[in-house]
C-alpha cells in the first residue's frame, strides 16, 4: 500500500492533521486491510511537505508546556499531480497471490506434522475472523462508504473466502497425512517432468 496514496487521497477529501488521518484510517478499518504503520504515516507527511506536495493549511497553537503546535494540511496543485499519477500507477500494478505460506508449502513435509496441523487451524481461525470482521463492517458501513471503498472490502471478503478453501484442504490433507508423505522423483518421473518443462518453455517463449 503507497502511503502517499493514502495520505493524499485522504487531503483530496479535505484538510486534515496527522493525527486525524491516523484515526480516519482506523474508522474506517483500513488498519485491518492494509499493513499500516504510524512511524510510516508521519514520515511520508515529512516526505510530502518537503516535495510541496502538502502544506500547511493552519497551525493551532496547543495549551500547555513544550506540547507542540497542531499543524493542518492541505493538498496543493502538485500534489494534485502526485496523486493522480500514483491513483494510476497503482492501477497498472500486478501482482500473484502472496499468502506467507506459500514460502513454507515445498518443504512442508520435512516439518513436524501435529505442530504444522495446529499452526493451520491458527491460520485458518485468523482468515475466518478476518472475513467475519469485513463483513460486519460492510453490513454497519455500507450505505456511508463511497461505491470504491465498499467494493473494496468485498473483493477482501472475496479474497478471504478463497484463503478459506485453500486453508481448508490444507488442514484436511495434514489430517489425512498427505501433506507430509516422502517424495522422491524417479529416472522415469524425472525425465517426464524435463520433457514437460521443455515443452512448456517453448510454448511461453
Not at 511537505?49 to 502538485?78: C, F, L, M
Not at 489425512?176 to 508423505?181: C, D, I, R
Request: some cysteine; glycine content about 6%.
Amino acid at each position: 500500500m503507497s502511503m502517499r496514496l493514502l495520505i493524499l487521497g485522504l487531503l483530496m477529501e479535505r484538510e486534515r492533521h496527522p493525527y486525524e488521518i491516523r484515526q480516519t484510517i482506523k474508522q474506517r478499518n483500513w488498519n485491518e486491510c492494509f499493513k499500516l504503520r504510524d512511524g510510516s504515516l508521519y514520515y511520508a507527511v515529512d516526505q510530502l511537505r518537503e516535495d510541496g506536495q502538502i502544506e500547511a493549511a493552519e497551525v493551532v497553537a496547543i495549551p500547555g508546556d513544550n506540547r507542540p503546535d497542531k499543524t493542518i494540511y492541505r493538498i496543493t496543485p502538485s500534489g494534485r499531480a502526485a496523486f493522480t499519477k500514483l491513483l494510476e500507477d497503482q492501477f497498472k500494478l500486478t501482482s500473484y497471490p502472496q499468502h506467507p505460506l506459500f514460502l513454507a508449502m515445498p518443504f512442508i513435509r520435512h516439518g513436524d506434522p501435529g505442530k504444522i496441523e495446529a499452526l493451520i487451524v491458527q491460520q485458518l481461525e485468523a482468515c475466518e475472523t478476518r472475513i467475519a470482521r469485513m463483513k460486519a463492517v460492510l453490513e454497519l458501513k455500507a450505505e456511508f462508504l463511497p461505491r470504491g471503498s465498499s467494493l473494496m472490502i468485498q473483493g477482501f471478503i472475496l479474497f478471504g473466502e478463497t484463503e478459506k478453501v485453500w486453508l481448508t484442504t490444507l488442514l484436511e490433507e495434514a489430517r489425512s497425512g498427505k501433506l507430509f508423505e516422502a517424495y522422491q522423483l524417479t529416472p522415469e518421473l524425472l525425465e517426464r517432468y524435463e520433457a514437460h518443462m521443455k515443452e512448456f518453455d517453448n510454448q511461453h517463449k
